[in-house]
C-alpha cells in the first residue's frame, strides 16, 4: 500500500487491520532499524555525532541533511531499502506458517515504486486524496509544507496509475474501511481465480 503524503495511508493500514488484514508498516520498520547498532552507526559515520545525540539516532537532525541533497538521500536509502525488504520478506515468512491465514498482508511503503519495491508484492493499493484535503492532513501533524516533503515522491496520480487497486480517502473512516473491505473482496476473488492463496 502506498499513496501521497496526508492521503490517510496510516488511517488505511488500521483499517485493513480491522478487517483482518495482517499489516506492517514500512516507516516503523525504519524507525525500528535507527535503533540498531549498524544503521546507527553509519548514519554517525557519514554525518556525525551530532545526529545521533547520547547514542539515538534524531531523525529530525538526520533529515535535515539528508533531503537537502539527492546524493545523500541516496545513499540514506542504500541503506535502509535492503533492510526494509529482508524485515519484510521475514514478516511474510512468518504469516504464511499462521493458521489460519490473515486475509491479507499488506504492508505500508510510501515510496513503493520509487524504491522499486511493488515487483515483491501480488498487488498493490494506493490512497488517494485531493491536494487540499492533503495539505490541511500535513500542516495539522505539524510537518513541513506539502510540497517540499512530496518532492521526492511520485506524483500522486502516478501513483494511482501504477497501482492495481486504488481508494479515494475523502469521506469519513467508515467510508475508509468500506472502500477497503470491497478491495479485500476484489483481492481475494481474483486470487481464487488465479488458483493462488
Known amino acids: 500500500m502506498t499513496g501521497a503524503i496526508g492521503a490517510g495511508k496510516s488511517e488505511a493500514l488500521a483499517a485493513l487491520a480491522r478487517l483482518g488484514a495482517a499489516t506492517l508498516s514500512s516507516d516503523e520498520v525504519v524507525h525500528e532499524l535507527y535503533g ?9 559515520a557519514r554525518y556525525g555525532p551530532e545526529v545521533a545525540p547520547g547514542g539515538v539516532v534524531d ?3 538526520l533529515a535535515t541533511r539528508v533531503f537537502a ?18 524485515r519484510v520478506a521475514a514478516w511474510r515468512a512468518a504469516l504464511e506458517q499462521r493458521d489460519p491465514a490473515p486475509v491479507a498482508a499488506v504492508v505500508e511503503v510510501p515510496l513503493l515504486f520509487e524504491a522499486g519495491m511493488d ?10 486524496a485531493p491536494e487540499e484535503l492533503r495539505a490541511v492532513r500535513v500542516a495539522a501533524r505539524g510537518h513541513a509544507a506539502l510540497a517540499e516533503r512530496s518532492a521526492r515522491q511520485l506524483p500522486a496520480a502516478e501513483k494511482a496509475r501504477r497501482a492495481t487497486y486504488v481508494v479515494a480517502n475523502e469521506g469519513t473512516l467508515g467510508d475508509l474501511e468500506q472502500s477497503l473491505s470491497e478491495v ?14
Not at 36 to 44: E, G, I, S
Not at 119 to 128: G, N, Y
Request: proline share 2%; hydrophobic share 45%.
Open 119 to 128: 515487483a515483491l508484492f501480488d498487488a498493490t493499493l494506493a490512497i488517494t
Open 59 to 61: 531523525r529530525a537532525a
Open 184 to 197: 479485500l473482496r476484489k483481492h481475494q476473488a481474483m486470487t481464487e481465480r488465479s488458483g493462488g492463496v
Open 69 to 86: 541533497s539527492e546524493e545523500e538521500r541516496r545513499w540514506l536509502e542504500g541503506v535502509l531499502w535492503p533492510l526494509v525488504g529482508a
Open 36 to 44: 540498531t547498532d549498524d544503521v546507527r552507526d553509519a548514519v554517525v
